[in-house]
């Protein structure tokens, strides 16, 4: 099974910065597109960014400018920069991958906590 490891979440202040990291078991190289999940409490799951082999990026409208995807194929590794945060940003940040056109594979999730 692909496995995705997230890391980097914690608890910062508004305004502060962020990046998390997701890195997989094997080559990034075979995914189609990687991005980032969130979801917030009571809430349902939406994508935040995502990045497709072009490469081209695109990220949902309340993060744009904010936030950065990013990948490293040396380290079968993406990133999500998170810049500016504001306290709607906490969720739990989720790491997806599609070899095709679905999000197949997941990561646990990592925690992303925004105080006022």
Avoid: H
């Avoid at 809430?43 to 497709?52: F, K, P």
């Avoid at 990133?79 to 504001?86: E, V």
């Avoid at 070899?99 to 999730?109: F, L, R, S, V």
């Amino acid at each position: 099974q692909e496995q995705l490891v997230e890391s980097g979440g914690g608890l910062v202040q508004a305004g502060e910065s962020l990046r998390l990291s997701c890195t997989a078991s094997g080559s990034i190289l075979k995914f189609n597109k990687m991005g980032w999940f969130r979801q917030a409490p009571g809430q349902q799951r939406e994508l935040v960014a995502r990045i497709s082999t072009g490469p081209t990026t695109s990220y949902v409208d309340s993060v744009k400018g904010r936030f950065t995807i990013s990948r490293d194929w040396a380290k079968n590794t993406v990133y999500l920069q998170m810049n500016s945060l504001k306290p709607e940003d906490t969720a739990v940040y989720y790491c997806a991958a599609s070899i095709t056109t679905e999000w197949e594979y997941w990561g646990q999730g990592t925690q992303v906590t925004v105080s006022s």
